[in-house]
Structures are given as structure tokens and as C-alpha cells.
């Protein structure tokens, strides 16, 4: 089971924020100076948490609260 | 605009693309974990460095200089279908735009009286983009047991619709700048040769 904690963890490798200071009402693309990056971020989710997502998942995305949440129900499910 | 601006533009909007490949490229294949993906990505981004340089020398041949391009027609792809999320959106919109590419770079080699150096530009980089192609193709069915076939099909489905619809724009937006190479489309729909 994964948790909050150890997404934004992964998370904050990439965002120019501390994970202290990452709270949910963020906007991901006001944390990154291209979106690229957040390309990067999200193979790294994938990757370290064993989690596949796809557009459709993220199609109303913009917050930390809510990319967080995608990972969250996508990791109870697969 | 006379046509010697229209030259200038489209070889500058080729070099640029190519340029906007290799940075994406490079930056995935700095990424992805070790595999066979990785080492064909590495690859397609040494050729888009590659190819970059080759317009920048077929300018530089023909006495001209690269002019200043706004948006890569990559930038439009992300614009509108949003931001890939995982290596088989990305390896399937990369497909996707490479068929393009080669549509595009053919249909340009088609008009008439091109000079040499830029037929020979296109003949090198040509076999390099079916190569492309290829492997994308390849990795992509490696992709299907963790993806399913259907879900990758839909997807490059998908992509096409907005790919028809971001050359669309392209065409209307730049009309004046192609017109003499859309003029070889007409022609050879119509059964006209071009020569």
C-alpha cells in the first residue's frame, strides 16, 4: 500500500518546492519551469511505485492534491 | 513574401524541429531506465542532433541563415493532446509525428527544380526517419502485454485525429510560406506528374 508521504517524495525530486512545504492546493504546472519536466515526474512515479497511469487519468489534473490522488486510487486498484 | 523567404522559413522550421526532437529525445533517454527502448531512443536522438545539423549545414550551403521559429510543431502536438504519461503515449505520439515527418519531407522533395543540396539533405535524413519508424513499431508491440493492444491502437488512434487537425492549422496558419509544396499534393491527387 502506498501513501501520500512516499509519492510526494518522489514528487519533490522535480518540483521546485521541499516536501515540507508541498501542500495539496499547489498547482503542479506553477511548480515546474517546463513541462517536461513534469514528463519526467511522472515516468518516476510510475516507475518507482510499480503504478501505471495514462492521460485519461491525469485529464483533470492540476493540483498536487490531485495527481496525488490518481496515484493513491490507481495503487488500490493494481 | 518572396520565395526565397519561403525557402529560408521552411528549411529553418525543419531544423528547428529537428533540434526540438533531439532536446526531447535526449532528455527521455537520460531518463528511462536501462533496456532496448532505451538504447533505440539514445539512437533516434543522436539522429535528430544529426539532422539538425544537417539543415543548419544545407542553410549554411545555400548562403543562408537559420531564421527565428516560435514553436517547434512538436510544441502544438503537446498543446493539444496534453502531456504524455507514460512510454507507450510517448513512443506512440513519437510514431505518430515521425509519419508526418516523412509525409512532409517526401512531398517536398517532390517539387520541382529543388536544389541539389536540399534533395540530398532529405535523401540522408529519409533513412534515418523510416528507421525511426521501424523501432518505434518494434517497441511499441513490446509494450502490448503491459498496455493491451487495443488500449495502444486506441491511443495512436487518437493521436492521428490531432495530429490531421495541428497540420491543419499549420497549413492555414503558414499557407503562403508552403504553398509551392502543397502544390505538388494537388497535382499528384489530381494524377498531374510534377515534372
Not at chain 1, 511548480?31 to 485529464?59: K, P, R, Y
Request: aromatic share 8%; with cysteine.
Amino acid at each position: 500500500m502506498i501513501s501520500e508521504d512516499e509519492i510526494k517524495q518522489i514528487m519533490t525530486v522535480y518540483l521546485k518546492v521541499s516536501q515540507e512545504n508541498l501542500t495539496n492546493e499547489m498547482v503542479l504546472t506553477d511548480l515546474v519551469a517546463e513541462s517536461f519536466v513534469l514528463i519526467e515526474m511522472l515516468m518516476s512515479l510510475q516507475d518507482e511505485l510499480g503504478i501505471i497511469i495514462n492521460q485519461e487519468d491525469i485529464q483533470h489534473v492540476s493540483t498536487v492534491g490531485d495527481l496525488v490522488n490518481v496515484f493513491l486510487e490507481k495503487g488500490s486498484t493494481q | 513574401m518572396n520565395d526565397k523567404d519561403n525557402e529560408d522559413w521552411i528549411l529553418s522550421f525543419y531544423r528547428f524541429s529537428e533540434i526540438t526532437g533531439a532536446l526531447f529525445f535526449g532528455r527521455l533517454a537520460r531518463v528511462l531506465p536501462p533496456s532496448e527502448i532505451q538504447r533505440d531512443m539514445t539512437k533516434h536522438f543522436a539522429d535528430e542532433s544529426m539532422h539538425a545539423w544537417y539543415w543548419t549545414r544545407a542553410l549554411d550551403e545555400l548562403g543562408k541563415k537559420p531564421v527565428h521559429i516560435g514553436d517547434a510543431y512538436q510544441d502544438q502536438y503537446l498543446e493539444s493532446v496534453g502531456i504524455p504519461t507514460n512510454i507507450m503515449e510517448i513512443l506512440a505520439i513519437t510514431n505518430v509525428f515521425e509519419c508526418r515527418v516523412i509525409a512532409q519531407y517526401a512531398m517536398h522533395n517532390r517539387v520541382p527544380d529543388l536544389n541539389p543540396v536540399i534533395t540530398s539533405t532529405f535523401d540522408t535524413i529519409m533513412t534515418d526517419e523510416k528507421w525511426h519508424i521501424q523501432w518505434i513499431g518494434d517497441a511499441l508491440k513490446t509494450l502490448e502485454p503491459k498496455f493491451g493492444k487495443e488500449h495502444i491502437d486506441a491511443t495512436l488512434d487518437r493521436y492521428r485525429k490531432a495530429d490531421k487537425e495541428i497540420y491543419g492549422k499549420i497549413i492555414v496558419e503558414h499557407e503562403e510560406r508552403i504553398e509551392h509544396i502543397l502544390d505538388v499534393k494537388k497535382k499528384n491527387s489530381s494524377g498531374e506528374t510534377s515534372d
